[in-house]
């Protein structure tokens, strides 16, 4: 009888609560969320390839074309990547330029 008393308190020994305290949960929280916040800005700055772009805007003169541009102010680019990104950076639907446009060149990629 008294091994089985012994074996029933050694039990509710073993057994702790574990106190819930909301203040350290809320803290634990907020750093996780700052943490995961800080992250994803920095992979989504590294994951395009277009972060700190310079521009040079250029005005379209009559004859010119996209490619035209693209091989003037990006040498030793893939120009379909150029022209790509030039009608990106400007908002275009299509390749058609016009005498007295503005658009925007990058510089560096």
Same mark, same amino acid.
């Given at each position: ?12 020994? !073993?057994? !702790? !609560?574990?106190?819930?305290? %909301? ?25 395009? /390839?277009?972060? /700190? ?9 009559? /004859? ?34 016009? %005498? /007295?446009?503005?658009?925007?060149? %990058?510089?560096?990629?």
């Amino acid at each position: 009888m008294n091994t089985a008393n012994t074996k029933t308190r050694v039990s509710k020994e !073993k057994k !702790k !609560k574990i106190k819930f305290n %909301p203040f350290k949960f809320t803290k634990m929280l907020c750093l996780t969320l700052v943490l995961l916040a800080a992250m994803s800005l920095f992979f989504k700055s590294t994951a395009s /390839g277009f972060t /700190g772009v310079e521009y040079q805007e250029v005005v379209v003169r009559h /004859g010119d074309t996209l490619w035209e541009i693209s091989k003037d102010y990006c040498v030793n680019e893939n120009i379909q990547k150029v022209v790509y990104e030039i009608r990106k950076i400007n908002n275009m639907k299509h390749s058609d330029i016009y %005498p /007295g446009q503005k658009i925007k060149i %990058p510089l560096n990629f």
